[in-house]
């Protein structure tokens, strides 16, 4: 009986674990990355931010939490009940089963017999999958502003929708010319052509991950793409209506959304779960990067806390110390004495610190661009992005298949041939468009576009 | 293997089930939800026919594409006053008629044909890669129909471009 259970639940115990991670966890996280861009924006601002809820405000997101859920439930009187109730749960579960398509740690574990990947699937589709899930999402978006039965809603929706949509062809242009590269759509064996390569795709691919870059940031609504939820200016967009609980739905969805495309650059551009340099051997020495930074952490913390006032928050530094220990102790394990499980622990390590890293890059945007007006993201997703994201595959097949040995149609260049030749064109022609498009703005109004 | 007909049993039945909600539904926002569901019931017994290039195709093309446009129209079209009128109410008889003869021809059709339904067992690991599959098959094999429907295609979106602007 119990070698019956073992059998059937086996394979099934990595993923239930990460799908139990991102159900549970991820809001509690994706609270702290809220805090962390507060954090962040008041840096940029020449601020403190939140301070007051715990030490350096690290209960904060635990406070606002208990707010959101005993804030009163307001449905408006016309709206349809049925389709409000439900439009949040839509973008919520897109963005979390997103999730189930990356691959965080290399290799294949055994754990009663069965050989696992640290993902909930290695499917042979994988980033079609994210992308395909992710990008049902829209539907809570638009159902949630048809439902509210409330102009600006509609009107925030369909304005949100058709931005996602444009730019859903830019992304999935960028995310062609990584996958040129890769020449596999699974999360695992393109990390693994990265190793195998020695060098991640952003430097072989910079144009294409920079327009995975801004279309990223266009598809998960975030400033300086922020139209659909303009509040200062438009409204709130689709979400006008919504208060509360439902409002931290969207809320969680947008945050869940940027880790899944976080995730994906860093799985397609980034190299993945790969330390920095990992086939430098002299390099070695940073495998103790990440017990080192927790340490870090941890003696910061514990150096502060008897500069804090405030009992209840000495008693918070103090467990945000240990955990940090903790965490650090755990990461050591692979440097010391568990040699082989390395990949795992340091493979989890990298990937979220790089995708930690790309969410920074999306705070930093935030507070640094002003916001586009609503027909020059447009004309920027249709009128720049989409060509010159086609003319970068296009000229990335080209440089690949000369990358060849003779033998095989090629004339046997090598990689940085290549790399200059499709990089090198695509920004000529991104030139060109860019004074074209710049030509046309200063032409007299009247005058044939 | 059970739990393999468990997932079937599900997909088939919330896609059969949002089938019926789709065209009884009067509210047309609720009926094209409904089709969404019956779609992705679909793709799910594609992935779980390990047809996984097929499911993402039909969730990316049908329900990411298609149904998002569906709704948009849905949407600027005045709803009040299609809720309002009786839809088809004369049509009734003819209407289930032409559904009985439909329904009629699709199973003599297949009691007729019911030998060769019980396809040869597929060899585990036929459909992998799958992706490397369909795409030798799209552009290696049939090269020709697939530029063929791409032609198609690029003619039908320059149609619209050049039918939505009044001046070029």
Redesign the interface.
Known sequence: MTDWLIQFFAPHVVPLIIVLFVVLVLPLLVGYVVLLERKVMADMQARLGPMRVGPHGLLQPIADAVKLLIKEDIIPENA?R??FW?APLISVTAAMVAFSGLTFAPGKYELFGHLNTIAVAD???GL??V???S??G??GI??GG?ASNSHYS?LG??RS?AQM?SY?TAAGMALISGLLLAGS?STRAIVERQAAEGVWFIFLAPVGFFIYLVAGIAETNRAPFDLPEAESELVAGYMTEFSGFRWSLYFLAEYANMIVVSGIATTLFLGGWLRPFAGAAELNFLDFAPPVIFLGVAGYCLWRVPRLFEPVHKVVMTLFAGLCLLLALVLALPVTVLPSWKPVLHGVFWFVAKVVAYLYAFMWFRFTFPRYRFDQLMRLGWQFMIPVSIVHVMLLALALVLQRDPGQGGLGWPWWHGMLVSTGGTLLVAAWLAALSERRQAAPAGS?A | MTLNLVFFYFFSALAVVSAILMITRR?V??SA?FL?TALLATAGIYLQLRA??L??VQ??LY???I??LF??VI??VNLDVAVRQAAFSRQTWLAILLAAAMTGQVALAVWTGRASVTLPPVQAGAL????EIVGLALFRNHMLPFEIASILLLVAMIGAVVMSKK?I
Not at chain 2, 128 to 131: F, G, R, S
């Open positions: 349809d049925f389709l439900i499917l042979n589709i079609l999958f992308v395909a899930v990008s049902m829209i539907f638009v159902l048809w509609l929706a369909l929708s949509v859903e759509l044939p | 509210n926002v609720h939800i969404v996984e290039l499911f993402a969730i990316i329900v990411g594409g149904m998002v709704l948009f949407m600027l992998d890669p799958n992706t001046k």
